[in-house]
């Protein structure tokens, strides 16, 4: 939504956002492929060990920033994951079992593999992208600065566990309902916010049961299994793309560790769930009065 601007802005901003997210939905996409673009699906599935490939600019920035969260996040987010993340998502499809440690080991998930040079990609390896930990953060961001160029700062986003805010465009700020895991009707916590990105880590979101424990979609590089240290973690700061690869990084994290990463990170609060509540240290700050 966008505010305080003529219809014809708004139609056309409105336009060019949603167009902003096909456009990034079909260069990230692992399961399709589409006519005349080089995807992570052909990466993926096509392109073969040590051939080069000219990727869009935009799939481009978005590796070298999967890249440096690597380097960042000391390897828990890795975009190399992709075969794991596969068989993952074959045993929750089918929704009886989860695999065998064996299983997961012989996949290769080694970040190496891959060689950016500007917009020329090499894949070293057979291994598969997978770009889930920021991609929908990212391109959030890229739409909160189009509309921000255009000269359009009253805007609130929406992505489905991502949004962003700028100014507000009344008196107050924008409310923002944070939902409680496996209770999705029910807000648990509202926030008082303008000009930052929310975004939300949950186990609740995509999982399956077996022998009545919950595996969920969010697998850790380092075990090769999902964690479930908490329900969900929701991270507030400016950037989406940060807020999105961080929330991702401390669900897989235990909370005392999370705390103290958070903590020591200007411009950034968390909140986790997982029946009790835990605060960053200056989360107040959004808190609802």
Not at 6 to 12: A, G, L, P, T
Not at 67 to 72: K, P
Not at 170 to 177: A, M, T
Not at 218 to 237: A, D, G, R
């Amino acid at each position: 939504k966008v505010y305080d601007v003529d219809k014809k802005i708004s139609k056309e901003v409105l336009s060019t956002a949603k167009n902003m997210y096909k456009e990034y939905h079909e260069l990230t996409d692992r399961y399709n492929s589409y006519e005349d673009i080089i995807n992570v699906h052909y990466i993926n599935n096509e392109l073969k060990v040590n051939e080069e490939v000219e990727l869009d600019s935009r799939l481009a920035e978005l590796i070298d920033f999967g890249l440096n969260a690597y380097e960042d996040t000391d390897g828990y987010i890795n975009i190399a994951m992709g075969n794991v993340i596969d068989v993952w998502k074959t045993y929750r499809e089918e929704g009886k079992k989860i695999p065998k440690t064996y299983e997961l080991m012989n996949q290769n998930i080694n970040i190496k593999n891959i060689s950016l040079n500007g917009n020329k990609f090499i894949k070293k390896g057979k291994i598969k992208l997978d770009l889930g930990a920021f991609a929908k953060g990212y391109v959030t961001e890229e739409v909160g600065k189009y509309l921000e160029s255009k000269g359009v700062t009253k805007y609130l986003i929406n992505a489905g566990g991502n949004v962003k805010v700028g100014e507000s465009y009344k008196i107050g700020k924008y409310n923002i309902g944070l939902e409680e895991p496996f209770n999705t009707s029910n807000i648990y916590k509202t926030l008082s916010v303008e000009n930052v990105s929310i975004v939300t880590s949950g186990s609740y979101q995509r999982y399956y049961k077996v022998d009545n424990k919950i595996y969920n979609h969010i697998i850790n590089p380092k075990t090769l299994y999902p964690e479930n240290f908490m329900k969900s973690v929701t991270v507030v700061t400016n950037n989406s793309a940060y807020a999105d690869m961080l929330s991702t990084y401390l669900f897989l994290l235990p909370i005392e560790d999370g705390l103290k990463i958070v903590n020591n990170l200007e411009g950034v609060e968390a909140i986790w769930h997982n029946d009790a509540i835990y605060y960053s240290r200056d989360f107040n700050i959004y808190e609802q009065v």
